[in-house]
């Protein structure tokens, strides 16, 4: 089994290097490079939940969509409230999932270089 596309380390989500083979004498390549950064509230295993996100199918976005949902509608509901304890980490939570989703839904070219 190959290794997944995105992977985390020291709290970076990253995406691995690719070669794309374009005929029998050329390849594009695409390089290791950083997706995200989390910081310290979040904590490093937010950044494997995100590189697992990316690596997941449409049904896990359509999830994590939902779970973006809710964090929206009870931000609602709480607004002009006081936000109970910890809420501060839940809108954090919820930032984590919308770069998620961006990143996963997202059809960027692949860039390289020939060789």
């Excluded at 005929?23 to 594009?28: G, T």
Aim: aromatic letters at 6%; hydrophobic letters at 35%; one cysteine or more.
């Amino acid at each position: 089994m190959a290794d997944p596309l995105y992977y985390a380390k020291d709290g970076e989500v990253r995406k691995r290097s690719v070669e794309t083979k374009k005929d029998e004498n050329s390849s594009s390549f695409s390089l290791d490079f950083p997706i995200c950064t989390v910081n310290e509230t979040v904590g490093n295993e937010a950044a494997q939940v995100i590189a697992d996100a990316l690596n997941g199918s449409e049904e896990l976005l359509a999830a994590l969509q939902t779970e973006l949902d809710f964090w929206d509608q009870s931000a609602a509901e709480c607004d002009g409230a006081d936000y109970p304890e910890g809420a501060e980490r839940s809108e954090t939570h919820a930032k984590a999932i919308r770069t998620a989703i961006a990143i996963a839904s997202a059809t960027p070219e692949t860039e390289g270089v020939e060789g």
